[in-house]
C-alpha cells in the first residue's frame, strides 16, 4: 500500500518543482539516505536557462525507474526554462519507494524529504480512510485528509467517482498554515500539497511518525 | 466341509478393522482447478480412524463401518492474476499556488499475478459399506476389506470453512499490492463471486471421494505355504499349502461373524 509520505515516493505519488533561477542544479534519486550522498555522486542534472521573452511556462515530466543497484531517470541531463516545473514520478508500480534530492550552483538544496519553495508534492490516495499528516522534519504544518470509499456495484456512484478522480484536491502549505487543514475526497483521488516558504517540510502520515517514535 | 474354519464376531472384527484403519499409509491426491481469475493448485493428503464394525450376513452381505473419521490436510497454492484490474486513473490539472499550472503525470495501475498459498486442515465422517475380497497374490493370500459403492462425504462444512480461509489470504495478499486500494473492494468482489462454496465443494469431493472409493483395509494375509510348528521340541515344523481362502459373512451360529475358510494340502 502506498504511504502518505513526501519522503518515500512510489508511483502514486509525485513531486514537483518549480526551478526560478538560471543556472546548473545535480541532482539524485535514490532511497532515504539520498540527502547524505557526496555532492560529487549527483548523477543528474537540470540546466534552467534563462527564459525566452514570450515563453510560457512549461512542464518537464521526469520519469523514475529501478535498475539495477538503485534509479535512473528516463532524462538524465534535462535543459528547461525559468519558471518552468519538473514533475518527478515512477510509472511502474513495483518502484520501490525512492525520494529526490539536489543542490544547485548556490548551495541551494531541493527535495522531496524536506519541500521548501515552489515545490509540491501529488499522492493519490488508494484506500479509504482518515489520513492525519504532519511534519516529519519537526514542523508544525499539520492536517487531515479524509477519505470516502466508492460503491462500485452503483453505476452512478462509479460515474459520479470517476468525475471526481478528474478533480485535483489542493492543500497549500505556506511555513506553517495550512489551507485547508481538512479536506475530504474520494478514494483513488489525488491530492496536491503545494509548499512554499518552509525550512523543510516531509509531509508524512503521522502513523508512520510514530511508529519511527 | 473346509479343512480350516476360522471366524471373528463383531467385537473382535471391531478391534481389528479400527487398528487395521488406523495404521493405513496416509492418501495423497493432487489436482488443477481454475475459477474465473484464478487457479489453485491443490496437494492434498488424507488419513483414515475410527469407526463402528456391524457385520450384516446376506442378503445385504457387507460389514458395515460407521463413524469413519477422514482426516485431511490441504496444501493450495491460489495463483491469481490481477490484470482483469488495470486501470488508469485521469491525469489531474490545477493551477497552484507559488508554482503555476501543472497536470500530474497519468497513473496507470498494472496488476500483478500473485500468489497465494493456503493450508487448510479438516475431517469428514463417514460411513461405508465394505465387503470381504480374497485375492492371492504371488504367494501371499490377502483378504481385505473393499469399499462397495461410494459413501457420501459430508463436505459442505469443510468447504465453507476452506472458503472462509482463502478469503482472509486472499485479502491479506491484495493488501500488500502496490496501489490496489481504488480497487480493492472491486477485487475482492469479483474474486469471491469467482469463487463459491459449490466449487470448493466441487474440487473437494473430486479429491476425496476417489480416496475414499479405492480404501482398502488389510484383514488377513498369509502366505501360500503356511509353517505349523508342532506342539512339542520332539517334532519338526511343516509346511502347508493354502490351496483356497474364503471370505464370507455368517450368523449360522447365531452370531454376526467374518468367516474365513481354508483348505490346504501338504
Known sequence: MSALDSRALTSLDCFGQRFSKPGRTRYTVGGPLAACVETDELPFSITVQRPGDNSAQRQHDVEVRQVRGGFTVATPQLEIAAGDVVIWHAAAADTPPYGVWGLDESDGSFSSAALRDAAFYGHVFGAAGEYAWQDANGGTACGVVRVCDVDSRDRKACERWREELKQGSIVTVEGSKVEPAELSVVVGQTVLFAVAGSEGLAITDTSLIRLSQ | ?266
Request: proline fraction near 8%; charged fraction near 15%; charge should be negative.
Open chain 2, 1 to 266: 466341509m473346509p479343512d480350516i474354519l476360522t471366524a471373528v464376531d463383531e467385537t473382535a472384527a471391531n478391534v481389528i478393522m479400527s487398528k487395521e484403519i488406523s495404521s493405513l499409509a496416509p492418501l495423497a491426491a493432487s489436482r488443477n482447478s481454475t475459477f474465473g481469475p484464478f487457479s489453485i493448485e491443490w496437494e492434498l493428503s488424507a488419513s483414515f480412524s475410527q469407526g463402528t464394525i456391524d457385520i450384516i450376513p446376506p442378503p445385504a452381505d457387507v460389514i458395515r463401518i460407521a463413524g469413519v473419521r477422514l482426516s485431511y490436510h490441504a496444501e493450495l497454492k491460489l495463483t491469481l492474476d490481477l490484470g482483469f484490474l488495470d486501470f488508469c486513473l485521469p491525469q489531474v490539472c490545477v493551477t497552484l499556488p507559488f508554482i503555476g499550472r501543472v497536470c500530474t503525470p497519468r497513473v496507470c495501475l498494472s496488476f500483478p499475478t500473485i500468489e497465494v498459498p493456503v493450508s487448510h486442515s479438516s475431517t469428514v465422517d463417514f460411513t461405508a459399506d465394505v465387503r470381504p475380497s480374497v485375492t492371492l497374490a504371488g504367494d501371499e493370500w490377502k483378504v481385505e476389506a473393499v469399499i462397495v459403492g461410494v459413501p457420501q462425504l459430508v463436505l459442505g462444512p469443510a468447504a465453507t470453512a476452506l472458503l472462509g480461509v482463502i478469503g482472509g489470504a486472499v485479502t491479506a495478499a491484495l493488501l500488500l499490492v502496490p496501489a490496489i486500494g481504488p480497487l480493492l473492494a472491486l477485487a475482492s468482489a469479483v474474486i469471491l463471486a469467482s469463487l463459491t462454496v459449490a466449487n470448493l465443494l466441487g474440487v473437494l469431493g473430486a479429491l476425496l471421494n476417489p480416496l475414499v472409493a479405492g480404501l482398502r483395509i488389510p484383514l488377513y494375509k498369509s502366505p501360500r505355504l503356511f509353517e505349523i510348528l508342532p506342539a512339542s521340541g520332539q517334532d519338526s515344523a511343516v509346511f502347508v499349502r493354502l490351496d483356497s481362502v474364503v471370505a464370507t459373512l455368517d450368523d449360522s451360529g447365531g452370531e454376526d461373524e467374518l468367516v474365513l475358510a481354508i483348505d490346504i494340502s501338504s
